[in-house]
């Protein structure tokens, strides 16, 4: 299963935000190397230009974690895969633009590469159909979709049919970044949530088998080769 690490970690930053004085949650992404002993080769980041500063404060924590490596033969491997690190904002009081930052959990999993947004049917828009879906998709070793279902669990209730088929033949055509061991691919799986609305409006998804952050077209996996060591991070102020 995919490892999610809660980090009790503070500092104080400024970070634009339209909604000020709420707490807020963002997601910072690298591209994360280990060799066979779980030590970091390469973090190289996903959309530099994105929080830089607080990217620049996170960076020599995430280099001081443990990470366990994926396995060929049962034998430790060189890894390549995908980190996230959510980080949570709140305000330092009322009228304040400083904001209190926090690492809440971090997590590793294949991405997507290549994604096309899904069509809205006509019918569905004049039947003012709307709501969730949540497809469960699967992919090949290199990346390539080779299922995709609807998953009732977290869709909405009595979801339309044409809702779900417009959804399934989008996501049919998305490409994913996979894991690699040893630089070979793994075939994975992954939740992709889609939001329809006619109006503006924002979509309650149901709970969810992971704590990352769950916004419309965004893929979520499921499963990751990589293990990290929670035991070191407790160690962190």
């Not at 669990?153 to 009595?158: G, L, N, P, Q, R």
């Not at 939001?195 to 990751?224: M, Q, T, Y």
């Amino acid at each position: 299963m995919r490892i999610v690490l809660f980090v009790v970690l503070s500092w104080f930053v400024v970070v634009a935000h339209a909604g000020k004085h709420e707490a807020f949650q963002k997601e910072i992404t690298w591209m994360l190397s280990l060799d066979a002993d779980g030590k970091i080769e390469s973090l190289q980041a996903v959309d530099s230009d994105y929080l830089p500063e607080v990217r620049a404060q996170i960076e020599p924590i995430v280099r001081n974690w443990h990470f366990t490596p994926g396995k060929i033969n049962g034998h430790p491997a060189p890894t390549e895969t995908t980190l996230w690190v959510t980080v949570s904002f709140e305000a330092e009081s009322t009228n304040s633009a400083h904001y209190q930052a926090r690492i809440a959990s971090a997590s590793t999993g294949p991405r997507y590469q290549h994604v096309v947004a899904p069509h809205y049917p006509e019918a569905a828009q004049h039947a003012h159909s709307e709501g969730e879906v949540v497809l469960w998709i699967t992919f090949d070793a290199e990346g390539h979709i080779t299922s995709a279902k609807n998953y009732p669990e977290m869709s909405a209730d009595h979801v339309s049919p044409m809702l779900v088929d417009a959804a399934t033949d989008a996501v049919k055509k998305w490409t994913f970044r996979t894991e690699t061991v040893a630089g070979h691919g793994v075939a994975s799986e992954a939740l992709v949530p889609f939001c329809f609305k006619i109006a503006s409006g924002e979509c309650h998804w149901k709970p969810r088998p992971n704590k990352r952050s769950f916004h419309s077209g965004d893929a979520v996996a499921l499963s990751s080769v990589v293990g990290l060591d929670t035991g070191e991070t407790r160690q962190l102020p």
